[in-house]
């Protein structure tokens, strides 16, 4: 049983069921099982097979530098909020912040400090721009829109040091595998981030509405009191009014670990090749960057502890944050399978013989569109990541549609539904903070998200034509 239409299946029942459940995992799940039972089709054959798959991508080389480099990057974050990183961050942004243009500055220079990941992001310059709405005359809703754009856009055009790299990384290096295609996955990331469409029409859009133009919509009434100044250190676990202040301890590591990637990353490729900037291309960069996270992580536990921070604060700080990645590595795990159990029934085959009549200039503005549909109801960019790199990889191989811009559609569609959809974990965390209606602020940011999406659709289509 090769070749056949069959090897579709775990693939379309992935997307109804994880649009339906909201939920991605649920439908990933369902597909690794069909296609493990459509390989083996006997009572106890397809939990085997599920089993081997699993195990299989589990044990290797890569995918193990994956889930560490998850882990310990979020673990790095946890020790730096229990060592108030952030909340000493955003005490420090608070008072420089005297006017709204200064605040909009101020917000889109913060990324400098925060770019490495949303969460990251979200939860030290929210708090810090609730605190000063009434000084800067900004509505909460003005506010939401000018984060979020400098969050998941700009993050996922950012190739090192940042919690999506790895991840990215990983689902290209399946799907190549998948393809039987050998190429390196980072520099086809790398390649691909110019063809990320959404993520940078959606940065200039962002930029018009934050310095030209100026809402009216005030929707949330904020007390001009002394305590309403306050009330921000706990509206989120990581400035609570218990924790320490001290910026240097976020400061200190992001800059280590970003110094760190590029000398470990130089390292590993300078013995591979000549001159400076062939290092960077020819360097196991996943490698490289696990490494320098290890590292970091070493150093900063030796710094907390220089300070007077208990082993065991430090500890469970990075264990309760690591712990919270763990949806994601299963997640991995599962799409891991999932692309393992579809390649045995020749899906790539399939799509490759029976898709080849397709124009390549159609290719990518659809697989966009398809997959900024699935990203908005499912509210996960990583979870369309997943699902969608495969099927975009095997469409670009029958039509001959360039990798770079595939990839780049792909992470584009992702990266709407992590930007509108009111599922997204940054979207809900942030309206916890600023106390905005979740809907209410999803259909205020859906305009723009739009707008940005139709024009990312007419610059997919040309860019497949010219390229």
Known sequence: MHDGWFSLLPFLIVIPIAIWTKQVLPGLIAGLLLGSYLAE??????????????????????????????????????????AGGIKGFAESLVKRIQTRKGSLILTWASTIGTFTSPNLRVVTVTPVMKAVLNRVKMSAQELGFVIETTANPLIALIPIATAFVGYMTSVIQMSLEHEGVKQDAYALYMQSIPFNF??????????????????????????DTESEQTDWLDCHPAVAKNLPSKPFNLIAPLILVIVLSFILTWWDGHTKTAGFFQAFIAADTLSAMVKALLITVLLTIVMLLFQGFSLANIMTGFIASGNELMSVILLLAVVWGLTDVSDDLGFSTYITSHLGWIPAFFVPPVLFLLGSAISYFIGSSWGTWGMLMPLGLSMAHASGTPLPVIIGAVFASGTFGSFASPLSDNSITLCTILDLPVMQYARYKLKPALIAAAISTLIYAAAALIF
């Open 41 to 82: 089709p006997t009572l106890l054959g397809g939990i085997n097979q599920m089993l081997d798959c699993l195990l299989v991508n589990l044990a290797k080389k890569n995918n193990l530098l994956i889930i560490i480099f998850l882990y310990a990057f979020s673990g790095l974050i946890g020790m730096i909020t229990v």
């Open 198 to 223: 959404f993520s940078i029409v959606m940065l200039l859009v962002g930029l018009y509405l934050s310095f030209f133009h100026h809402s009216k919509d005030v929707t949330i009434p904020l007390k």
